[in-house]
């Protein structure tokens, strides 16, 4: 593709991670409230083919090494194309800015992060334009049935600020279609090998109790991604024999791991932190980790700023978390598994947890027993893990009380 744009473009440059000492700017990322990315269906009259729009300031008027605001709409159309591929559309932007010389692309919906690599910029790289032509191109290109798309980026902060409630719906509306289909009502799962780029052994699962690490692909996104693309990064798992139901271990989902790791794995749980727990990329909203001082879990996002109870922050733990490895007691999640009635049940579930950021636990709320909720210990409440051993004995939580049962 060279020469078509000012710099090259192709799955060679996925892997490619850009230091801070390199970028040129950035968008998103923890320094940054304020971003989103988002994928809409309209119809062929909404749309005007091949458009793009900057709103505020472009790349040459903001300041070299900033951080800043960045909310991505791509509206669609064309007349094959569902509402329920929404969500798989919005995740191509992951891949496709990935494919771009020199740009980096993290994580997913209100969360994402990506750089611009000076280089790039000096080659030519220097407006959001150029960004929106490359996506226009691997879209229209990789996706057929898309028969028109247009892109805005909004750089003004106050206009991303007022956007992102909007984009805070359609995420939500994506999620609750999930509540009260079970495991046990479907045969298929979904898996997703978006990104082995970045770790090779690492394969997500999604089920309709457990939403994929990036909370991007729930069962719903990964069946509409198998339907739109079935020789794709997302595949249609048939899930087999339930070998243990409290773990959630699966023939099906074992005989895609030792494929699909390529062989370093055989054996996942999907609801358990211990002995084969589910692998991570490096795109998990939150980490789920073990705190041996309490037994038991906290749990940290990605936009958490400073230490957690265990003395490090969260980019410390994505280090020792990522990489498509099945690290015990350490694991990347969605946020949204949070509210899965399946929520590491092998492990003592949301019970077993003992830990979270303030933020997070009142975004959970509804979600959290009520015997529990004060039970849970905050960066308020607790600087590190004897504090929080003190917290728990003092409020009693029931973990620490020896009130929870592990199922058996
Ligand atoms: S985190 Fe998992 S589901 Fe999300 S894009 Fe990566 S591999 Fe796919
Ligand atoms: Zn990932």
Not at 59 to 81: F, H, K, N, Q, R
Not at 188 to 202: D, G
Not at 299 to 314: A, K, Q
Request: negative net charge; charged residues 30%.
């Amino acid at each position: 593709m060279a020469g078509m744009f000012p710099v090259d473009v192709g799955p060679q440059y996925e892997g490619e991670a850009i230091r801070k000492a390199d970028f040129y700017v950035e968008f998103g990322g923890p320094d940054v409230k304020s971003k989103f990315e988002l994928v809409t269906l309209k119809t062929m009259n909404e749309v005007e083919h091949e458009k793009i729009e900057v709103v505020g300031p472009d790349i040459p008027e903001l300041t070299e090494g900033g951080s800043y605001p960045l909310g991505i709409l791509i509206d669609v159309a064309g007349s094959e194309i569902e509402k329920e591929m929404e969500p798989v559309f919005e995740r191509r932007i992951h891949l496709y800015a990935n494919y771009i010389e020199g740009f980096w692309h993290m994580a997913q919906r209100n969360d994402i992060w990506m750089r611009l690599h000076k280089n790039s910029y000096k080659k030519g790289l220097n407006s959001l334009k150029e960004i929106g032509k490359i996506l226009i191109f691997l879209y229209t290109s990789e996706i057929p049935i898309i028969e028109k798309i247009s892109t805005t980026f909004i750089t003004d902060e106050k206009k991303v600020e007022e956007f992102l409630p909007k984009a805070l719906e359609v995420y939500k509306a994506r999620d609750e279609r999930l509540k009260g289909i079970r495991e046990e009502d479907v045969e298929e799962f979904y898996s997703c090998s978006l990104c082995q780029s970045f770790a090779p052994t690492h394969i997500c699962i999604a089920t309709p109790e457990r939403v994929a690490n990036c909370g991007a692909i729930n069962w719903f996104d990964g069946r509409a991604a198998y339907k739109l693309d079935p020789e794709g990064p997302v595949q249609e798992v048939k899930k087999g024999e339930c070998l243990d139901p409290i773990r959630g271990e699966y023939s099906g989902c074992n005989e895609l791991a030792v494929v699909k790791s390529l062989r370093s794995y055989d054996r996942v749980y999907l609801h358990s932190a211990f002995e084969h727990p589910h692998t991570s990329c490096g795109c998990f909203q939150a980490i789920c980790f073990y705190i041996p001082e309490a037994d038991a879990f906290g749990i940290v996002h990605r936009d958490f700023v400073g230490n957690t109870v265990m003395d490090v922050p969260f980019s410390t733990m994505a280090g020792q978390t990522s990489g498509g490895r099945q690290v015990e007691g350490s694991l990347g999640i969605a946020l949204e598994y949070l509210r899965s009635p399946k929520f590491l049940q092998a492990d003592g579930g949301l019970y077993r947890v003992v830990w979270m950021p303030k933020e997070i636990k009142e975004r959970y709320k509804e979600a959290t027993p009520q015997d529990l909720y004060d039970k849970i210990a905050t960066e308020e409440d607790v600087t590190n893990a004897d504090e929080l051993v003190d917290f728990l004995k003092r409020v009693g939580h029931p973990w620490v009380k020896g009130e929870v049962e592990l199922p058996v």
